[in-house]
């Protein structure tokens, strides 16, 4: 037996012109009692469309995106990019003039650029969110809500392009309306840390210093009145410290450890209030992935993921680009270990860095997998505590702060998995290093 050809998608151009038969046909599918499947439901939106398009083409465009994605099952149709396309042809065909267009294409488009993000067409995938950006200024425009449709959507595109400066900008505009807003179970706290990574990225240290302020701020009031976890205040001040370090503010950064030392201290004696973990976690993970950002960035021959983000919404070349990188680095890593053990005044500070962006990452892909995160990622933590240590001992000058730095990794590892006693231990050393303990 040959091989199965698969079946052919017959598109509303290139349906021939309906007949009284085809209309009774795609009626009675849709009027049967009996499940029909989605290719059938498809089918007949089609015929009837061209017959009544008022009333069948929002019908058929959202067909048309059920078709090319079975949530259900989670397989996407041979066919899926077709499909979308279709549904986006549909839905630009509605009159004008018709009160629910609007919805109908936008969630068409969205549905379009993000298969077209998929398969690698990210031009055309960032030319459908400007116009998806478009609409949702329009509708903003006539609604009254601040919040606009789109625009968080067009700030990571920008971002995965290195467009920082146009990023950084949209993200600021999308703070600025949400804030009055409140943190809504989490949202403005995702945006916050997407405005922070932008801002530096675009270079504005200044803004984004301030802006990592709010978000600390934001999280100090959540986990005070119980609505949010203490360690997502942790989290929040231990990476608003690692920026004030980085741009020089070393009297801030120390004080803003101190505050992480004694929620640290309350976590490992109550134990802590345990919320969404896998919140936690992600949230945790992009904290980690922003301060390894510097030495961690993707090569520019490429997108990469959007700085502040969730890794469950970048786009998927970019996505897998950054975790198959992991196995150069780790063949990168193994190569410098022989070369520092021969030669560590040349080699043993590249190696400890290189060991912490092969860390970084490796926690950052394990941290949705959470039967295996801690079995695959502890060793890691503790070898780049261990390479930290040697570095101290063969430079104590350079040493002291990359050896603090890798405790403080390690305590937030400790945090994520609550093993608050170990986390606390970690810390305290790390302050130790710096000449900040108590």
């Not at 065909?93 to 009160?99: G, L, T």
């Not at 490796?362 to 949705?368: E, H, N, P």
């Amino acid at each position: 037996m040959g091989p199965r050809r698969a079946p052919r998608i017959t598109t509303m151009n290139q349906l021939r012109k309906v007949d009284q038969d085809d209309i009774v046909r795609a009626r009675n599918v849709l009027l049967a009692s009996g499940r029909r499947t989605p290719s059938e439901e498809v089918d007949a939106y089609r015929v009837l469309a061209q017959v009544s398009p008022v009333s069948y083409l929002p019908l058929l465009a959202s067909a048309l995106q059920r078709l090319s994605y079975d949530g259900g099952s989670g397989k996407r149709h041979e066919s899926c990019l077709a499909l979308c396309e279709e549904a986006v042809v549909v839905a630009r065909s509605i009159d004008a003039a018709e009160p629910g267009r609007a919805d109908v294409l936008y969630r068409a488009l969205d549905t379009f650029q993000g298969e077209l993000y998929r398969v690698g067409r990210h031009t055309e995938g960032l030319a459908l969110r400007a116009e998806m950006l478009a609409m949702g200024r329009a509708q903003a425009e006539l609604s009254g809500d601040p919040v606009i449709k789109g625009l968080h959507e067009w700030a990571a595109g920008l971002s995965e392009e290195g467009r920082y400066a146009e990023a950084a900008d949209a993200m600021t505009e999308l703070v600025a309306a949400m804030l009055p807003g409140g943190p809504r179970s989490g949202a403005l706290a995702w945006s916050l840390l997407e405005w922070i990574a932008a801002l530096h990225d675009a270079g504005r240290f200044g803004e984004a210093l301030a802006a990592f302020e709010t978000l600390v701020g934001i999280e100090a009031a959540e986990a005070a009145d119980d609505r949010g976890p203490r360690a997502g205040h942790l989290y929040s001040l231990i990476g608003y410290a690692q920026m004030l370090d980085t741009y020089g503010r070393g009297e801030q950064a120390a004080l803003a450890r101190q505050e992480a030392l004694v929620l640290l201290e309350e976590l490992a004696d109550t134990g802590g209030r345990i919320f969404s973990s896998g919140y936690q976690m992600a949230y945790w993970a992009v904290l980690l992935s922003m301060s390894g950002a510097e030495s961690g960035r993707a090569a520019s021959d490429g997108p990469h993921p959007s700085s502040g983000a969730e890794p469950m919404h970048w786009s998927p070349s970019a996505k897998q680009r950054y975790f198959d990188s992991r196995h150069a680095l780790r063949e990168e890593v193994d190569a410098l270990a022989l070369r520092a053990a021969e030669d560590p005044d040349r080699h043993l500070a590249e190696l400890v860095r290189l060991k912490r962006v092969l860390t970084i990452r490796s926690a950052v892909y394990w941290q949705s997998r959470t039967h295996r995160f801690a079995k695959e990622v502890h060793s890691l933590f503790d070898d780049g505590v261990s390479l930290a240590r040697r570095l101290f001992r063969h430079d104590p000058a350079e040493g002291r702060r990359t050896l603090a730095r890798n405790l403080i990794d390690r305590s937030t590892f400790h945090t994520a998995t609550h093993e608050f006693g170990p986390a606390l231990d970690d810390f305290r050393q790390a302050l130790s290093c710096l000449g900040e303990a108590a």
